[in-house]
């Protein structure tokens, strides 16, 4: 099953982008007291009880009498890119302030979600203390069910909003990995890098729309290959725009449907513009596709506009800028000429056959605990970090379950070597690794209390 869509809406000002911030656990969108600072979404891959979601913050939806009788050109973006994220939203998060209670602008808005159909959780933020909850109770009139008292600055009531939401959802496969019968890649990047063109070089025909204008193609296109005796689908998808220039709502939704194809491929081929060098859109693309977990094969095109005596120094710089990729496949072609696309599929195939590799959970028990005996970790003060079982996940096939006596023991640096340990043992090119950290259960029994030497007090000892 395709990851869910959680879209945050709400007037100005009552939180949306706090409580974004407090689900994904850093600082992704920038908060102020001014009203509508945000004017464009942020996205987050965003894990809850071992669920992920896509979660998507919006500008703030403002009435209709808030600017005058005519509508300026910026609410009238906003409101088309609010009603386009609501569109694509499998759960809706209705934000409202506890502390000005229903105003005009939650009745509007409150009408327009109801007329959606979608399921709506209704929460009622900056409520920061047990006497704010009887403000609550207003909120009923708004006819969108129970209200959810949170904090999204103090961090109060999210579990319980996150419960809700979660009730909510699609009900997620609980099926175990399998291998699926055929490749699936995603052709992403941002607008104008050759997306279109790269498709039909790879399908042989005029399959996408092709035009120097950027953003030309406005939807995803599927299309199904037969390469030798093997069955690839090849998903060509939408210009993934930068925020400040997702203008229309066209262009948004477009973003977010080149967001669900990343999310429902294997393999994501990443066009970065050899014009353009690597951008800082670039890497967001790379991060997100990353964060979900899928294949990625960085294709450099436009190669052919590069003079030859810039080449290795574009190389070298590129390598540099792209160190957190060292796994990755690096392809250079020009799409337009169709020189080196003969060795996108042959990559795309490998990388492929990574992410639907399984491993015998002795085998990775084994590669975890000898990369320890080599380099042990640094401990906290006395306590060290022991790692008790480690195994591959069978529902995500990179992802790895390392059971140890205390998940606040490992360090950053301590995960990516051994990240890279399994790398070294196993493979897995082009396939970001996931390591999960779980407090494994207790073993032995408890030692009785006995007196401590120098307090002469009774402590207890537990055997770990």
């Known amino acids: 099953m395709a990851k869910p869509i959680v879209v945050i809406v709400g007037r100005t000002n009552v939180g949306k982008s706090t409580l974004l911030n407090r689900l994904a656990g850093r600082r992704l969108a920038v908060v102020a007291d001014l009203p509508g600072t945000t004017r464009d979404r942020v996205f987050a891959s965003v894990t809850w009880q071992e669920r992920e979601v896509t979660l998507i913050d919006t500008g703030g939806w403002l009435p209709d009498h808030s600017l005058g009788s005519t509508e300026s050109p910026l609410k009238q973006k906003v409101k088309s890119q609010i009603k386009v994220a609501i569109a694509q939203a499998d759960a809706i998060i209705f934000l409202v302030d ?50 959810i008292s949170i904090s999204a600055y103090h961090n109060i009531g999210i579990d319980t909003l996150m419960e809700a939401v979660m009730a909510v959802l699609p009900t997620p496969s609980q099926e175990p990995f399998t291998k699926s019968p055929e490749a699936k890649l995603a052709i992403v990047g941002r607008t104008n ?90 890497m967001h693309i790379a991060s997100y596709i990353i964060e979900v977990g899928k294949g990625i094969i960085l294709v450099v095109n436009k190669w052919d506009l590069v003079p030859t005596v810039q080449q290795k120094e574009f190389q070298r710089v590129l390598l540099s800028r792209l160190k957190f990729l060292s796994y990755v496949p690096l392809l250079y072609i020009s799409a337009k000429q169709a020189k080196g696309i003969d060795r996108i599929l042959p990559e795309a195939w490998h990388v492929w056959q990574e992410t639907q590799k399984q491993l015998p959970q002795s085998a990775v028990d084994k590669a975890v605990k000898q990369a320890v005996s080599s380099h042990p970790p640094v401990g906290k003060g006395l306590r060290k970090l022991r790692i008790i079982k480690a195994y591959q996940d069978e529902s995500r096939a990179a992802t790895f379950i390392l059971q140890v006596n205390d998940p606040q023991l490992v360090y950053s640096s301590y995960q990516r070597y051994l990240e890279n340990q399994l790398r070294h043992c196993f493979g897995f090119r082009g396939v970001p690794l996931h390591l999960t950290f779980t407090k494994a259960a207790r073993q032995g029994k408890r030692r009785p209390s006995r007196q401590h030497p120098l307090s002469g007090e009774g402590r207890e000892v537990v055997q770990i």
């Not at 005029?206 to 204008?213: G, K, M, N, W, Y």
């Open 193 to 282: 890098v050759g997306k279109s063109t790269l498709l039909n070089v790879l399908l042989g025909e005029e399959r996408a729309i092709v035009d120097e204008s950027p953003g030309t193609t406005r939807d995803s296109l599927d299309a199904e290959i037969q390469w030798g005796d093997k069955k690839i689908l090849l998903i060509d998808t939408a210009g993934i725009r930068r925020r400040t220039r997702v203008a229309a709502g066209v262009d948004y939704y477009s973003l977010l449907r080149a967001l669900q194809a990343i999310n429902r491929c294997d393999i994501a081929l990443l066009l970065i513009d050899a014009a353009d060098f690597a951008t800082a859109q670039d």
């Open 98 to 147: 506890g502390r000005d209670g229903i105003i005009a602008t939650d009745e509007e808005l409150a009408e327009m979600l109801r007329e959606t159909g979608k399921r709506v959780v209704l929460a009622v933020n900056k409520i920061d203390s047990p006497k704010q909850e009887s403000q609550i109770a207003d909120f009923y009139r708004l006819g969108m069910g129970h209200p």
